[in-house]
């Protein structure tokens, strides 16, 4: 290949990385204790639609996302994710988990999980102990540990 080639390839791909920077992100709405499912019409532009006001904080809109999915799921229209919007964030219920991302297009983050008995937790709330053993524990010392003197 030579240079020139080279140069307008390089000038060609960095032109369409610059158009991609410029597409519009999807923004969820700013609006103080208001949370808001997400539909997706046919027309394209998703819709934001108030689930439910006066809500104290993403924990309880998460909840609320999360609610709106199993009645969802009780009448049959549920998709495989629903999602959902508070203050400005992302918010995705499933059958066993909500995450949560600041950009809709951005990574997801495990944000409340089902625990047992239908209830929503922090991830890494419910820590299952083991129970004590009732004698003496023997540890086995490995061969390969070095020498001291």
Same mark, same amino acid.
């Given at each position: 290949?030579?240079?020139?080639?080279?140069?307008?390839?390089?000038?060609?791909?960095?032109?369409?990385?610059?158009? #991609?920077?410029?597409?519009?992100?999807?923004?969820?709405?700013?609006?103080?204790?208001?949370?808001?499912? &997400?539909?997706?019409?046919?027309?394209?532009?998703?819709?934001?639609?108030?689930?439910?006001?006066?809500?104290?904080?993403?924990?309880?809109?998460?909840?609320? &996302?999360?609610?709106?999915?199993?009645?969802?799921?009780?009448?049959?229209? #549920?998709?495989?994710?629903?999602?959902?919007?508070?203050?400005?964030?992302?918010?995705?219920?499933?059958?066993?988990? *909500?995450?949560?991302?600041?950009?809709?297009?951005?990574?997801?983050?495990?944000?409340?999980?089902?625990?047992?008995?239908?209830?929503? *937790?922090?991830?890494?709330?419910? *820590?299952?102990?083991?129970? #004590?053993?009732?004698?003496?524990?023997? *540890?086995?010392?490995?061969?390969?540990?070095?020498?001291?003197?």
């Amino acid at each position: 290949m030579n240079w020139k080639l080279m140069a307008m390839m390089a000038f060609a791909a960095t032109a369409g990385l610059g158009l #991609a920077a410029c597409e519009q992100r999807l923004k969820a709405p700013f609006e103080a204790g208001t949370c808001f499912s &997400i539909g997706h019409p046919a027309s394209g532009e998703p819709k934001f639609n108030v689930v439910a006001r006066d809500v104290p904080s993403l924990e309880h809109c998460a909840v609320h &996302i999360y609610n709106l999915r199993q009645t969802r799921l009780a009448t049959g229209t #549920a998709g495989e994710v629903t999602e959902g919007s508070y203050g400005g964030s992302f918010l995705w219920a499933n059958n066993r988990e *909500v995450r949560y991302s600041q950009h809709y297009e951005g990574p997801r983050m495990p944000f409340l999980v089902r625990a047992p008995g239908n209830r929503l *937790v922090q991830p890494g709330a419910i *820590v299952v102990e083991d129970t #004590a053993p009732s004698g003496p524990v023997t *540890v086995e010392m490995p061969d390969n540990l070095p020498k001291t003197n």
